[in-house]
């Protein structure tokens, strides 16, 4: 039983452009989490999506950022017109109901914008 | 804001038994205590979770005080990888959830051999 799946693993992206991260979750979890983490700083949680439903995008900053979980696929987080400052690594997490038992994360994708 | 309180950092030997405190004094009566740790920018792990009563499971065990405002993680045999940072979370159970996990800066735990 795979675990939370998240490519790429590494993600080089020019200011401007789209980066597009993707998290495939546990089999037979419906819930994912995407969590940001700055270098040197904690982690802090974007966005909670269940199949085709945003839940909770409070964490989510208000222009460039968007997710979707579809019903077919993976959960996609996508920043559009990317600067310097969206540099972190990207943690994805999932659970099969609202993580009382604990959430599955994963091993993250590292962005860097140049 | 995270809601909880932990020391910045902590060393301890090899095989011994690791004590991570955490302070939670303004818990809620509908929220349980959350710990998990990062190993060197590797995704979160879960650790071990619980309420009130004591918790023990494969990795950890969890100690709650009795006016629940201060828990208590225990590793029973520190190996060096166990080295990580260690969060303390406390969050509510059941419909007031939202999904969400707030991390503070946790305890940098350096095991030595």
């Known amino acids: 039983n795979a675990g939370v799946m998240q490519n790429p693993r590494h993600l080089v992206r020019r200011r401007g452009q789209e980066a597009r991260l993707r998290c495939s979750p546990m089999?037979?979890?419906?819930?994912v989490y995407w969590y940001r983490q700055l270098p040197e700083e904690g982690l802090k949680f974007m966005v909670y999506?269940?199949?085709?439903?945003?839940?909770?995008e409070s964490g989510m900053p208000k222009e460039r950022f968007s997710a979707e979980f579809p019903k077919e696929g993976p959960s996609i987080l996508r920043i559009q017109q990317v600067v310097r400052g969206d540099s972190a690594a990207y943690f994805c997490?999932?659970?099969?109901?609202?993580?009382?038992?604990?959430?599955?994360f994963g091993s993250g994708t590292r962005l860097t914008v140049v | 804001d995270a809601k909880t309180t932990q020391p910045p950092s902590m060393d301890c030997a090899e095989g011994r038994a690791a004590n991570l405190p955490c302070n939670h004094s303004?818990?809620?009566?509908?929220?349980?205590v959350y710990w998990y740790r990062q190993i060197h920018s590797q995704g979160p792990q879960y650790i071990i979770h619980g309420l009130k009563n004591n918790e023990t499971n494969e990795m950890a065990s969890l100690i709650i005080t009795e006016d629940r405002k201060s828990s208590t993680l225990i590793l029973p045999h520190a190996t060096l990888r166990d080295t990580a940072v260690y969060y303390c979370i406390v969050r509510p159970y059941g419909s007031s959830n939202t999904g969400k996990l707030i991390f503070g800066q946790g305890t940098t735990l350096q095991v030595k051999p």
């Open positions: 999506l269940q199949k085709e439903n945003i839940i909770d």
């Open positions: 303004t818990i809620s009566g509908n929220e349980y």
């Open positions: 997490a999932s659970s099969p109901t609202t993580g009382e038992d604990g959430y599955t």
């Open positions: 089999k037979g979890h419906s819930h």
